[in-house]
């Protein structure tokens, strides 16, 4: 995908004088208490580049994007823009430089409509009366999304949408704001090979024009394919700049890690194929706003068996989790589990079921942020013993079971009394996947279970998902990221507009066939 585009010459784009990069942070040093997150970092971007970030989570990249956009001040070093000096005290001092971010974790206000969260703030080009032409902007917005392929609607409110949609504001958000330098963190996570191809595009020309694009990916074949250098961060400090020219996808996730990493495309998970587990018969739901979010779909996934549910996000994946797993009342059709037909809408008879539920939302939904590890890995088994007896909980037995989960996930937390929030991202996975996986599940339901995480990260989840199927557990997995798909999964069924619109087999689909299917697409080209 993309790999047409290749390295450029940097010193064309100076110009004959050379002129100064567009950013440069010179020994950038951000201590927290007990973390160094950047030590004495040197990074440069030049005018007409897209330059990508790599790095594990915790390596320091997100310190250092927050530094660069106001959020954080440096502890020490400097930071420059096109040869000036600047002093960044808020968000506010970034974006009148011309610097703006796509974050990870979306800076939206949930009541406001996406047409408001996208001008918020803009007081450039809106003037400082609170008296906004809403109809205008509406219109802007759209004409902003139909232009870079990413659509949305500008009137739905930001708690309507999926997290993939609210991505998608966030990236509408920063071009909105013309910006001369964007840092764009993750942001192909929720489209198709096809609108990345369109996303990749528009990076370059807006490099063509001399902006300067900041691409922070896990996806390395993506870094690839769109960057001009590359600058990877390990343990807080800048390890190596490099062009891509001279880089592999190997190599990189070698120089992030530490050491070399398995980035196989596919392995299989050497399990044995049974019955059908979970069986989907016409179902049908209502979405948060109001309309048929699923349309009759019809799936089934087998004992040992990962079958990968592929679409552009907002197109019904997160209602046929929920569904699925009791958050969400059915409207019509089936879900069996074993032959067992199940109520629906009621988590408690799904989990009794052996339904367990990894969901999109890992912090807002997988775990309870405030309360500890200890509690979050009980949270499904607090009712039965040894973690209680009667209607006494044993905190004893609850350590014990938390310490051992942390032991055999390699959690890496101060223990079990630490509250959840204070974990990576990583991290957090982890103890969502050691709870799920404890409860002993017949079918496992995974929604976007790498979103945001590292390629150690990544290699570790997908041996979990292959080890459950292995186990006998039927896996139904449903992602975004379709180098994950092929990667892990036997099926790939392609969801669009609430309904399954293809099935192919995994070992022979292409990124192409599955990305025309995500797009609506029903059959193949010729």
Not at 71 to 90: A, N, Q, T
Not at 402 to 427: E, F, H, M, W
Not at 445 to 459: F, Y
Request: no cysteine; hydrophobic share 45%; net charge neutral.
């Amino acid at each position: 995908m993309g790999q047409q585009t290749q390295a450029v010459d940097l010193s064309e784009r100076r110009g004959a004088g050379g002129a100064p990069p567009a950013v440069s942070l010179r020994g950038i040093t951000k201590r927290f208490p007990a973390v160094l997150a950047n030590d004495a970092v040197d990074f440069e971007a030049a005018p007409g580049e897209v330059h990508a970030l790599l790095g594990e989570n915790g390596a320091g990249k997100s310190t250092l994007s927050n530094i660069l956009t106001g959020l954080y001040r440096p502890d020490e070093g400097e930071i420059w823009l096109y040869g000036e000096r600047v002093d960044f005290h808020s968000p506010r001092d970034a974006i009148d430089a011309g610097v703006a971010m796509v974050h990870q974790h979306f800076r939206l206000v949930v009541p406001f409509t996406v047409a408001e969260n996208v001008v918020l703030g803009d007081h450039r080009r809106e003037g400082s009366s609170f008296l906004v032409h809403q109809r205008a902007i509406e219109r802007r917005v759209g004409e902003l999304s139909k232009r870079y392929g990413m659509h949305v609607d500008p009137r739905a409110r930001i708690w309507q949408l999926s997290l993939g949609e609210q991505q998608r504001v966030e990236i509408l958000k920063a071009l909105y704001h013309e910006a001369k330098i964007l840092i764009l963190d993750e942001p192909t996570a929720v489209l198709t090979p096809q609108e990345s191809e369109v996303l990749f595009a528009t990076l370059r020309s807006m490099a063509a024009e001399g902006r300067t694009v900041i691409f922070i990916s896990h996806k390395l074949h993506e870094v690839k394919a769109v960057a001009d250098r590359v600058t990877v961060l390990r343990g807080g400090k800048a390890i190596a700049t490099t062009t891509m020219a001279d880089a592999t996808p190997r190599s990189l996730a070698a120089l992030m890690v530490g050491r070399e990493v398995d980035i196989t495309r596919r392995r299989e998970h050497g399990g044995e194929i049974g019955a059908a587990a979970l069986e989907l018969d016409e179902l049908r739901a209502v979405g948060d706003r109001g309309g048929e979010a699923l349309k009759g779909v019809a799936l089934s996934v087998r004992t040992g068996e990962i079958v990968a549910v592929a679409g552009v996000a907002g197109n019904g994946q997160r209602e046929l989790a929920e569904t699925v797993t009791g958050m969400r009342p059915m409207t019509g059709g089936e879900v069996r589990v074993h032959g067992r037909p199940l109520r629906g809408g009621d988590a408690r008879e799904a989990i009794g079921a052996g339904i367990a539920h990894v969901p999109e939302d890992r912090l807002g939904t997988g775990v309870a942020p405030s309360l500890s590890i200890g509690s979050n890995v009980v949270l499904k088994s607090y009712r039965r013993y040894p973690i209680a007896r009667g209607p006494l909980l044993r905190l004893r037995a609850i350590r014990d079971h938390a310490a051992d989960l942390i032991k055999r996930y390699d959690v890496r937390t101060s223990g079990p009394n630490a509250p959840a929030r204070q974990l990576s991202g990583g991290n957090l996975q982890k103890v969502v996947l050691a709870r799920e996986f404890s409860g002993n599940p017949r079918v496992l339901v995974v929604a976007a279970p790498t979103r945001g995480l590292d390629v150690a990260a990544i290699e570790t989840v997908h041996a979990y998902l292959r080890d459950a199927a292995a186990a006998g557990v039927a896996v139904l997995l449903i992602s975004e990221d379709l180098d994950e798909i092929l990667a892990l999964a036997d099926r790939v069924a392609v969801m669009f507009d609430g309904e399954i619109v293809g099935e192919v087999d995994a070992e022979t689909a292409t990124v192409e066939e599955i990305g025309l299917l995500m797009a609506g697409v029903r059959e193949r080209t010729p």
